[in-house]
């Protein structure tokens, strides 16, 4: 029996064989194809040695998520093997270059071993093994019967700066293992087939490269950043990118550093956004704070990793959405902005800038790392969509203009430097309308009230959480950032098998979507699912709604949340009523 | 041209009678007209520190930021807006307890910014902890029996930091400090100046009339500014006579010639944006 244009390949080997790379060829070779592809990549905190891989995954239908069986696994060493191979479904197949000892006892399921003389090949060729792995790509290709001239295309655009000899090298290599493969007939036992569906190429991205070209798209003037797993490649990413657009981007010497950068050039009239990782987004917490209070517009974007301290660097978690909501010292308002794929961090670059220029307010933009790293297919960008919104800049100032105007909802025209008359002190110290210092309670009381006042106009405007799947259903799986892939591809296999959930999207997740969650409450059986241990988001419904939620999902080991967890946690759910 | 009486603003200096910083602000001020600087185009960002006061008192565009972090929002303003003039206001404390660092990368990369040091040797808005400009021996209310750390003396880290202005002078006598910061202004890069400024309250030490005796100008005494070597031997000098003056300049390419920058930031044309092209190498 044939399985048509639905694979799980992985590629693994030891970290410094260019995984990343390879899978990320692999990837583009299918949406150049017109199919649907979900990257999954896992790495140790290491540069040379550990374990990676890089999981793909590629239908026809629409897919959200990484999934844990492997249909056709690429094994670089041994540790691979070890590693996946009760992952291996009946129907696939092993690659793996002959000098790696393989005995088909090993591998519990039916799938086949294909040796292949990867190194070799790569040495005859390319004089030395480092493009082993393309020798699989070509060799993949072949099993799977797709057209081998889309892999060539992609090698030849991913290799074309390296230059021509790289270039043919690498497609010389490919070719080898494809004929390899082919000339030993192994393509007719493997039932896996994978072939183009359209000639509308899609978009491949990561979470951290579309919101960084989503920024970019939205008028994103100015980036900082210390690297740190996993938000470094949105640094890279903007670092490249700057001079084509002519905005400013640059690494600088730490997050505190970088923190103030953002804010005085936001101060100065910069769309300034600033990114890190959980850890570095703790040292920025100070000048969150001096944000709330002198009203300067700025963007934060944070990817989750394990935690606590240094915790599990390369890997995934949700455990820091109460950390974004309450980080800071003092109160004032903020929104917390969760998406839970590429397409909509896309937008949701831009939207954030927005939001936080019209409200004079910090905007944090969480993601995590299954999202920041993971790739995934997008059939459209519309990047005119980002309209610029730069909220209340007065060019024309009269004398006595008053920065900090005690306004009806809350928002005081602001000037940028250099305006005629429109000069202010922008204090850290609690300050009167002309931003001077100031402790007098009757001016503590309206410069305080009016700061907080902005929350209740932020509710007005804020995207609500969105509804996928049927109106009705037996149960609400409620999502916030990443996990809704795994909840929507839950859904539909669910749906196959006649059980009817819908799933509930809250990508704006502060201020509190009270109301729309409050409705759902009382309408349905909920299941939360989060990457953490406390139900973070779970503790937010039952703060602003009163409501415990009885039905979570929680997984913190560092994994994403998987589809096939989802579903069995619904069954269960179900069952006990 | 705004005359230094017009950049006063309403509120009350809170500053202690006889306080150093009084004659900082009247330097300032003096500078900011002396030079012809239109006032909406000065943007003085402070620390917190009594010297952070100083944001409410000059009408300028000012910023009191957070304790040791005014550098980095400095220079994020100027990378926003090179058009401006930007002068940061430190203490001792937010320039060299709180956030070094930040000290140490300003200089390294050359941001076209003016750093003026209030330099008390003391913490005084704390009401007097020892400062990291304090000679080890200084008994103070944190430190009854002084401290195991050697005085950081900013003119000699901010040479070997690759500052390419590094000058000082003393809070007693304005026309020097203002002609300082003058010359700071128009240096093209980072320019470095170290202020005496006596802690009338707290610091018993460094007076006014400690300073008085020991002063002497750089400018009257044939030193060689163009010389690293020189400027770092003259920065060693501390006791019985304290050198005040410009110490090195150099010209060096500065933060915003690296980045190529012509126009200020802010004015790029953001309407024209279009990601078509990179759009397409993502498929």
Not at chain 1, 30 to 46: C, D, H
Not at chain 1, 531 to 537: D, E, I, K, S, V
Not at chain 2, 237 to 252: A, C, T
Request: proline share 4%; hydrophobic share 40%.
């Amino acid at each position: 029996m044939k399985v048509v244009n639905k694979l799980s390949w992985m590629i693994g080997g030891e970290a410094g064989y260019g995984i990343m790379n390879t899978g990320r060829i692999f990837a583009k070779t299918f949406t150049r194809g017109g199919l649907n592809v979900f990257g999954y990549n896992e790495y140790p905190s290491l540069v040379r040695g550990g374990h990676n891989v890089y999981h793909i995954r590629v239908e026809d239908d629409p897919i959200n998520a990484a999934v844990k069986p492997v249909d056709l696994l690429v094994a670089l060493n041994h540790e691979t093997i070890d590693r996946h191979k009760d992952d291996l479904t009946n129907g696939g197949g092993v690659i793996y270059d002959e000098d790696v000892n393989l005995e088909k006892h090993e591998i519990k399921s039916k799938a086949r071993l294909y040796p292949v003389p990867l190194i070799k090949i790569a040495k005859d060729i390319a004089g030395k093994d480092l493009m082993k792995n393309t020798v699989a790509l070509g060799a993949s290709v072949a099993l799977i019967g797709y057209d081998f001239e889309i892999l060539a295309s992609v090698l030849r655009d991913t290799f074309k700066k390296k230059g021509k000899a790289i270039v043919e090298s690498n497609v010389k290599c490919a070719r080898a293992g494809y004929d390899y493969v082919s000339e030993k007939g192994w393509h007719d036992g493997f039932t896996h087939k994978l072939h183009k569906i359209s000639d509308k190429k899609k978009i491949l991205m990561t979470g951290n490269e579309a919101l960084a070209l989503g920024a970019i798209a939205g008028g994103l003037d100015f980036y900082v950043a210390y690297p740190m797993t996993p938000s470094s490649s949105i640094l890279h990413y903007m670092v490249a990118k700057q001079k084509e657009y002519k905005f400013f981007a640059k690494h600088v010497c730490d997050e505190i550093e970088a923190v103030n950068m953002a804010l005085g050039a936001s101060y100065a009239g910069a769309r300034a956004m600033v990114g890190t990782a959980t850890g570095g987004f703790a040292l920025m917490v100070e000048t969150l704070s001096f944000a709330g209070m002198c009203e300067v517009p700025i963007t934060f974007v944070v990817s989750q990793r394990g935690a606590p301290a240094t915790g599990l660097p390369t890997w995934t978690s949700q455990t820091d959405l109460k950390f974004f909501i309450n980080a800071g010292h003092g109160e004032f308002p903020r929104i917390v902005v969760a998406p839970g794929d590429a397409k909509e961090t896309f937008y949701v670059a831009a939207e954030a800038m927005n939001l936080a220029e019209k409200f004079q307010i910090p905007v944090i933009i969480a993601l995590d790392k299954y999202l920041s790293e993971s790739v995934y297919s997008i059939d459209h960008l519309y990047p005119k969509r980002a309209r610029i919104d730069r909220g209340l800049i007065v060019k024309n100032p009269k004398k006595g203009f008053k920065r900090y105007e005690v306004t009806k909802t809350g928002v005081s025209p602001r000037t940028l430097p250099g305006t005629p008359n429109g000069f202010y002190a922008c204090n850290s110290d609690e300050h009167n309308e002309f931003g001077y210092s100031n402790e007098e309670i009757k001016n503590r009381n309206m410069q305080y009230s009016k700061r907080m006042k902005k929350l209740k106009e932020i509710r007005k405007v804020l995207p609500k959480p969105v509804l996928y799947g049927s109106r009705k259903a037996e149960l609400t799986l409620i999502t916030w950032g990443s996990t809704k892939g795994a909840a929507l591809d839950a859904m539909h296999f669910l749906k196959n098998e006649g059980i009817n959930v819908n799933v509930l999207q809250v990508t704006y997740v502060f201020p509190f979507p009270t109301n729309e969650i409050n409705r759902v409450m009382k309408k349905n059986k909920v299941l939360v699912i989060e990457n953490n241990y406390t139900g973070q988001f779970a503790s937010l419904i039952r703060e602003h709604t009163g409501v415990k939620v009885k039905n979570r999902l929680n997984k913190y080991d560092g994994r994403p949340i998987y589809p096939v967890e989802i579903i069995h946690k619904v069954r269960e759910v179900l069952r006990n009523g | 041209m705004v005359k230094p009486a017009d950049l006063k603003t309403d509120e009350v200096i809170t500053f202690c009678p006889g306080c150093g910083n009084y004659g900082i602000l009247a330097a300032l001020k003096n500078a900011v007209s002396e030079l012809g600087l239109r006032e909406e185009d000065v943007v003085i960002v402070s620390g917190v520190g009594c010297h952070g006061h100083m944001a409410n008192f000059v009408r300028v565009y000012t910023v009191q930021s957070l304790h040791g972090r005014p550098v980095p929002f400095a220079m994020g303003v100027k990378i926003a807006n090179k058009k401006l003039h930007v002068i940061v206001l430190s203490g001792d404390g937010d320039s060299f307890g709180e956030g070094l660092n930040h000290f140490i990368n300003v200089m390294r990369g050359n941001s076209n910014i003016t750093y003026i040091c209030h330099d008390n040797i003391i913490y005084g808005l704390t009401t007097g902890q020892r400062s990291p400009t304090a000679d080890k021996s200084m008994i103070t209310k944190s430190t009854p029996f002084g401290a195991p750390e050697i005085r950081i003396i900013p003119v000699k880290l901010a040479l070997v930091s690759g500052a390419t202005f590094v000058a000082r002078s003393y809070a007693g006598d304005i026309r020097h400090l203002t002609d300082i910061i003058k010359q700071g202004i128009k240096h093209e890069g980072i320019s470095f100046i170290d202020v005496l400024q006596p802690c009338v309250t707290f610091n018993k030490i460094n007076t006014f009339d400690f300073y008085n005796k020991r002063v002497y100008k750089l400018e009257k005494a044939r030193h060689n500014k163009k010389s690293l070597a020189s400027a770092l031997k003259k920065a060693e000098e501390w006791g019985d006579k304290i050198p005040i003056g410009v110490f090195y300049q150099e010209r060096r390419e500065t933060f915003d010639e690296f980045f190529k920058q012509k126009q200020p930031l802010i004015s790029r044309n953001r309407s024209k944006i279009d990601v078509s092209k990179t759009l397409e190498e993502h498929k």
